[in-house]
């Protein structure tokens, strides 16, 4: 059993770059219109335009330095686990996100 194990975590090794990107883009999913309301929120006071401006930064910018970043260091954690946590880990990460989309009513 012990060969299957490693052969399946070198595969996920050789596919971290997708399964980071998938992680974070899935919790963006989740959770971005809830950073985009209390963005709203916070910006509400700001002219129409200063916040239309805002919320372009937020999207181009933000999210996007946000996502490079956290797929850097999830990726960087990912490949330090041995081959059993790392099979659990991903799939524990790939299950919780399912149950967080399901309470969200996003699924």
């Known amino acids: 059993m012990l060969p299957y194990i490693h052969?399946?975590?070198n595969f996920l090794?050789?596919?971290?770059?997708?399964?980071a990107v998938g992680l974070?883009?899935?919790?963006?999913?989740?959770?971005?219109?809830?950073?985009n309301n209390y963005f709203k929120r916070?910006?509400?006071?700001?002219p129409f335009v200063g916040?239309?401006?805002l919320f372009v930064v937020l999207c181009s910018v933000g999210y996007a330095f946000a996502c490079s970043q956290m797929v850097r260091l999830l990726k960087m954690g990912l490949r330090?686990?041995?081959?059993?946590?790392?099979i659990?880990?991903?799939?524990?990460?790939f299950i919780l996100?399912?149950?967080l989309a399901k309470s969200g009513k996003d699924i």
């Open 42 to 46: 916070i910006t509400k006071s700001i």
């Open 7 to 9: 052969q399946f975590a």
């Open 88 to 93: 659990g880990v991903v799939a524990g990460c």
């Open 97 to 99: 996100l399912a149950f």
């Open 24 to 35: 974070v883009a899935t919790l963006l999913m989740i959770y971005g219109a809830s950073i």
């Open 51 to 53: 916040r239309f401006i």
């Open 80 to 86: 330090q686990l041995s081959d059993l946590p790392l």
């Open 13 to 19: 090794r050789v596919h971290l770059d997708s399964i």
